[in-house]
């Protein structure tokens, strides 16, 4: 399958002053439409393994409602005038038109995956209700100290992006899960998802810093995000397979053997393998793009065919 390249339009409101100079400056990374066909994915994709597929598809139940949570916080400060550069608008644009393609792609696997059973729309409708409730939950905590909901919705954004960059170089990296890929289509959706994340790792984060700076506020801020995301996305996620396989009859010690050895081994797993990446957000300083991934991504933008960019 080819990837169609689409180019990311402009906010014209915030860019009528600079149309100009904005139509000649383009985003850093493309926007491809992928159209993924998911009837012949088999039920266990994934090296035929219940709970290896599972774990995956527990994954694939939050991205449609929590890719929509990214972009709509993104939306919901873009046209402060702080971010009219016109190449940060671009980064935006093209920021909000890959995660709306990831959600659609997600939203058809996970219509493919109800199919054979699994209540995965149930799931994402779950995911919506997590999420509305961290985030009304910590205004509460937060309102007496000055935060709003949109400086909370963005830093949750910038950490949940900083933990899918580091998931996604992971499956770039870690031969041991690529090799258990073995449904081509399902390969090519994870991989192609792993490219763009790092291609955009760094659009929110740049937001963030630019309307809220490096100061000390900024960055409790955002480090208590990435500290109560994780714990709600390893709750959740976790609750999902959990549901997944106990509805399908698969909840046994073999299962639950390979989600451990390929999510939390010492060696191999997909988890542990984050940690260091994970936890450098926690620096002082710290930007994503400390993690150089460029080589990494011509590498794999030549392996799936993506020739622009
Ligand atoms: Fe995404
Ligand atoms: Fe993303």
Redesign the pocket.
């Known amino acids: 399958m080819n990837a169609t390249v689409t180019s990311p339009t402009v906010n014209t409101q915030v860019a009528s002053n600079n149309s100009i100079k904005a139509n000649a400056i383009k985003a850093s990374f493309p926007v491809r439409r992928m159209d993924f066909e998911f009837n012949q994915v088999p039920e266990y994709w994934m090296n035929g393994s219940a709970g290896l597929t599972h774990f995956m598809t527990a994954l694939s139940a939050l ?1 449609p409602d929590g ?1 929509k949570f ?1 972009v709509d916080s993104t939306r919901a400060v873009r046209n402060d005038p702080k971010l009219a550069d016109p190449y940060m608008q671009k980064e935006i644009s093209a920021f909000i038109g ?2 709306a393609m ?2 659609k792609e997600h939203v058809g696997f996970n219509q493919s995956a109800n199919f054979y059973g699994h209540d995965v729309k149930g799931l994402e409708k779950k995911t919506n209700t997590v999420i509305q409730t961290f985030r009304k939950g910590f205004l509460k905590v937060a309102k007496p100290f000055g935060i709003t909901q949109e400086m909370i919705d963005l830093t949750a954004t910038t950490a949940l992006e900083h933990f ?1 960059a580091t998931i996604a170089s992971q499956l770039l990296r870690n031969e041991e899960i690529q090799i258990k890929m073995t449904d081509e289509t399902m390969y090519r959706l994870w991989m192609w ?1 792993a490219v ?2 790092n291609e955009h790792k760094a659009v929110v984060y740049d937001v963030f810093e630019t309307l809220y700076g490096r100061g000390p506020k900024a960055y409790v801020l955002r480090n208590t995000a990435l500290v109560v995301a994780m714990a709600a996305l390893f709750c959740t996620q976790s609750y999902f397979v959990y549901s997944l396989l106990k509805n399908d009859n698969k909840l046994n010690a073999k299962e639950l053997g390979s989600i451990f050895k390929y999510g939390y081994s010492l060696k191999h797993g997909i988890i542990t393998g984050m940690i260091p990446e994970l936890v450098d957000y926690f620096r002082p300083g710290f930007h994503p793009n400390d993690h150089d991934t460029n080589a990494l991504l011509a590498r794999w933008k030549e392996k799936l065919g993506f020739n622009t960019h």
């Open positions: 991205f890719e990214f890959q995660e990831h959600s899918t998802h763009e994340e």
